[in-house]
């Protein structure tokens, strides 16, 4: 399967905005309608943020977003919160039912 | 409440063998495919396996395909994953997931598996 990249960490005071990108191929990311990503606390199971590239699970805050320009996916943070220091995982469908992860970017709230 | 009990993790020497399992309750099982993820120590993680409703159709990763069959009991409300074959680099926790990112995505606890001599 493909491999997708993203920063190994990002960080931002609080009430800052970051952007986390996940970049693939045409394989992958620039021609899947379903990226995903995934907010993970240590020692906690992960937890799906965005779906289908910009759709917000219900319940998550509003100052989470997704986008996709090309090959490239991101997750912007906006308005940064303490309770926002995990790791995020994008993960991009890649056709016959295969999804694959990206390696993961640690968010660091400063 | 969707719950889903990952279970039958444990140490197990390189070319050995072991079963996890999953009991779902909440929602109709044979509605939903079901996924298997994996998250080796301090890395990240790897989706590995799914199968569909009715079990007819299975999907796995390179990595597994051919060690790996993952199955599921409807009757019990159960998903298998049987690994076969094992390596030191199958050493993980192994989630299992219900309507994989989708917008009712739900993962298990999780349950550890270390291959070592």
């Known amino acids: 399967q493909s491999a997708l990249t993203q920063p190994r960490s990002v960080s931002g005071s609080p009430g800052q905005s970051v952007t986390i990108s996940c970049t693939g191929t045409?394989?992958?990311?620039?021609?899947?309608?379903?990226v995903s990503w995934y907010q993970q606390h240590p020692g906690k199971a992960p937890k799906l943020m965005i779906y289908?590239?910009?759709k917000r699970l219900s319940g998550v805050p509003d100052r989470f977003s997704g986008s996709k320009s090309g090959n490239t996916a991101s997750l912007t943070i906006s308005g940064l919160q303490a309770e926002d220091e995990a790791d995020y995982y994008c993960?991009?469908?890649?056709?016959?039912?295969?999804?694959?992860f990206g390696p993961g970017t640690k968010v660091t709230v400063l | 409440e969707v719950q889903l009990l990952d279970s039958g993790g444990g140490l197990v020497q390189p070319g050995g063998s072991l079963r996890l399992s999953c009991a779902a309750s909440?929602?109709?099982?044979?509605?939903?495919?079901m996924n298997w993820v994996r998250q080796a120590p301090g890395k990240g993680l790897e989706w590995i396996s799914a199968?569909?409703?009715?079990?007819?159709?299975?999907y796995y990763a390179d990595s597994v395909k051919g060690r790996f069959t993952i199955s599921r009991d409807n009757s019990k409300n159960t998903l298998y994953l049987q690994m076969n074959s094992l390596r030191a680099e199958d050493t993980a926790v192994y989630y299992c997931?219900?309507?994989?990112?989708?917008?009712?995505?739900?993962w298990g606890q999780g349950t550890l598996v270390t291959v070592s001599s």
């Open positions: 997931a219900k309507s994989f990112s989708r917008s009712d995505d739900y």
């Open positions: 909440g929602f109709t099982f044979n509605n939903y495919a």
């Open positions: 199968i569909s409703g009715s079990g007819g159709t299975t």
């Open positions: 045409s394989s992958d990311v620039g021609g899947s309608d379903y």
């Open positions: 289908d590239v910009s």
């Open positions: 993960c991009s469908y890649v056709g016959s039912y295969i999804y694959v």
